[in-house]
């Protein structure tokens, strides 16, 4: 391996563990939005209850409970 060789592969490796810590930051940063945002979905999600109650087949009518909020103009699906 040349000096040349060796001094490139230095500098690229002092490059990355020094930009390293700051490309760490950003993807924890991405994993706590996803998570955030996956969490908002499920509070979104429908619940499904069901009544015992009833002369129907499956013992009572299906019900859909979902918590709608009307002040998001865009909600995440």
Do not use: C, N, W
Not at 21 to 42: C, F, G, M, N, Y
Not at 57 to 77: C, K, T, V, W, Y
């Amino acid at each position: 391996m040349s000096d040349g060789e060796r001094l490139h592969r230095a500098v690229q490796a002092r490059k990355f563990y020094a930009t390293l810590p700051h490309k760490i930051d950003q993807a924890v940063e991405d994993a706590a939005e996803l998570i955030d945002l996956e969490l908002e979905r499920q509070k979104r999600r429908p619940r499904f209850t069901e009544q015992e109650d009833g002369d129907t087949p499956l013992g009572g009518f299906m019900r859909i409970q979902s918590p709608h909020h009307d002040d998001e103009p865009d909600p995440a699906a």
